[in-house]
């Protein structure tokens, strides 16, 4: 069913592109619009130097495009890309990606772009079906990296009606590991070293300068957290598995991989009690998210609520700061620390 639907959208996506194909001599956006509106009003004036022509057609070329599935991926790529690429999110930025399906126009545009990083791990559930009707390039940035299993993974029932979203065999979200992070970047600097060999050292520079903030940020919380007595912390659902594997932590998750309902009730009972039991001081609830039901477990067991990112979209205050992926690893890892300290 789902193919079927894929591959309808695909043939509506192309229909699109055949209809865009047809303006193509129209500007392709304002700057573009502008720089010719000034050239024109010069040429009217008289006052045309020789390399005008020159000056307009530089302005007016568009930087090659290259896509990534979803926000940790797109920072990623746009610090290292720099201002050699212009680099698209195949999601919207400001939500989360679980579930995502694309409309015919994503997947039309997507066929026009020639390369498009992954986050892998059955993270993007659409890829494959896109995949084989597009004639694009899938980069799967943690291709390297040792998966944890969801069979392994403590997983809820839910209640009739409750919201979960089907996952793979694998924990997607490799990327809340600041070392993973730093692998899925190498594999980004070297495939777009590999497609525009002439700005290699400008890639694995760029590369290189997050990679060495990644480093740090292991090193610092690796000593924090080796100095704590405490290793657990209450997450909204169970994404941090691979950031609990690298600084030797246990998440108490509420809901499973990917839910987004309210936790089952008998699941609350266990986590309440083990909270008052290990004398737990937060309860995290996502960044961006409500925080009701954090603060009502809080609440019931002395504890305070605090917000945790997983990172999967960014706020409008963050996008237009321009918060790196480095500094959103940190944020988290240091709301864990201070939550056991």
Known sequence: MKNKKI?????????????GNSNQEQ???????????????????????????????????ESPVVYASFYPIYNLTKQIAGDKFEVKS???LKTESHGFEP??????????AGLIFINGAGMEEWAEDVEENVETDF?????NIEYIKAEGAHVHDHEEGEEDHEHGEFDPHTWLD???????????????????????????????????????????????????????????????????RRFDLEQIPLNNLTSTGETDAKVLKEVTDLAK????????YEKGG??????????????????????????????ENEVTYQELIKENLEAIYNSLA
């Open 139 to 143: 980069v799967n940035t943690s291709e």
């Open 7 to 19: 591959i309808t959208l695909l043939a509506l996506g192309l229909a699109l592109t055949a209809c």
């Open 27 to 61: 500007p392709a956006n304002t700057e573009n619009t502008e720089v010719t509106a000034s050239t024109s009003t010069e040429e009217s004036e008289g006052v045309v130097s020789p390399s005008t022509e020159d000056v307009s057609t530089e302005e007016n070329a």
């Open 178 to 244: 600041p070392e993973n992070g730093k692998e899925q970047a190498k594999v980004i600097a070297d495939k777009l070293s590999e497609i525009d060999p002439a700005n290699n050292d400008y890639f694995q520079a760029n590369y290189q300068k997050i990679a060495d903030e990644l480093d740090a940020i292991v090193n610092e919380y690796s000593e924090k957290f080796s100095s704590v007595e405490n290793k657990k912390f209450i997450v909204p659902h169970e994404a941090f598995g691979y950031l609990a």
């Open 90 to 92: 195949f999601t919207n």
């Open 277 to 284: 039991e290990e004398k737990l001081k937060v309860v995290f």
């Open 290 to 319: 409500s925080d009701e039901e954090a603060k009502t477990l809080a609440d019931e067991i002395g504890a305070s609520a605090e917000p945790i990112s997983t990172i999967e979209f960014a706020s409008d205050e963050e996008l």
């Open 103 to 112: 409309s015919a126009k994503e997947i039309a545009d997507l066929s026009e």
